[in-house]
């Protein structure tokens, strides 16, 4: 399973965008990036996935660049409530019929002010 | 997705005792992931259930500390045996509902003393 590197912490005022970067040099050609959300005292939740280019959804965008080696998770207009801990994982994407376990990395502390 | 519930949420326990936190899902699933997150740490794979066999544990993980069950395929037991201080942590299950990513229960914080 592909290693993930991140940030271990990002500071971010609201309102402003946060890009929370995560290096996976060792990305295997059928692996997919997902990111997750961990609230304290939750479990984590999906954010998004992708495999190339660019991902968009209602929470999130996240960026992949054609060597695939690294992924940005871009956060448009955080609030208060997006602190978080935001983890990014590489692996055989969810919904394809064949479970696997995930390898968490340690993860990106965001902390939103005001 | 699937949603999961997890019980309990919480408990405190004498060490030496035992605890079975068991997770209930929503829809049929092939495969149960249990997972544990230490105090401020990330999460650790301790083992994958599937129903109509023994679960597969990681490295550091083994059966008799930690026995599971997965009597069917909606439902799933995990025991911590002969419990001590150090497995005070946060246990969660996991499944991959089969879109949106995999969905995690809420976890149940377990206290030893």
């Known amino acids: 399973l592909a290693k993930t590197t991140q940030p271990i912490s990002m500071d971010s005022y609201e309102g402003q965008e946060v890009n929370i970067t995560c290096s996976h040099n060792?990305?295997?050609?059928?692996?997919?990036i997902t990111w997750y959300q961990q609230f304290p005292s939750q479990g984590p939740r999906f954010i998004i996935q992708?495999?190339?280019t660019k991902v968009t959804n209602e929470v999130a965008s996240l960026f992949i660049p054609a060597d695939r080696k690294s992924s940005t998770l871009s956060l448009p207009r955080v609030s208060l409530s997006d602190t978080a801990v935001y983890y990014c994982?590489?692996?055989?994407?969810?919904?394809?019929?064949?479970?696997?376990?995930?390898?968490f990395g340690t993860g990106t502390r965001l902390q939103v002010t005001l | 997705s699937a949603v999961i519930s997890q019980k309990p949420s919480r408990d405190i326990c004498q060490r030496g005792t035992s605890l079975t936190i068991q997770c209930q899902v929503d829809?049929?699933?092939?495969?149960m992931f249990w997972y544990r997150q230490q105090p401020g740490q990330s999460l650790t794979l301790i083992a994958t259930?599937?129903?109509?066999?023994?679960?597969?544990?990681e490295s550091g993980f083994v059966i008799d500390k930690f026995p599971i069950s997965r009597p069917n395929l909606t439902f799933s037991t995990l025991t911590v045996s002969n419990m001590s201080p150090e497995d005070s942590s946060i246990y969660l299950c996991?499944?991959?509902?089969?879109?949106?990513?995999?969905?995690f229960g809420s976890g149940t914080r377990l206290t030893v003393v």
């Open positions: 994982l590489v692996g055989v994407p969810s919904g394809t019929g064949t479970a696997s376990k995930l390898t």
């Open positions: 829809s049929q699933v092939t495969m």
């Open positions: 992708g495999y190339k």
């Open positions: 996991s499944v991959d509902p089969g879109n949106y990513g995999y969905t």
């Open positions: 060792n990305i295997a050609t059928n692996d997919y």
């Open positions: 259930a599937n129903q109509g066999s023994e679960a597969t544990y």
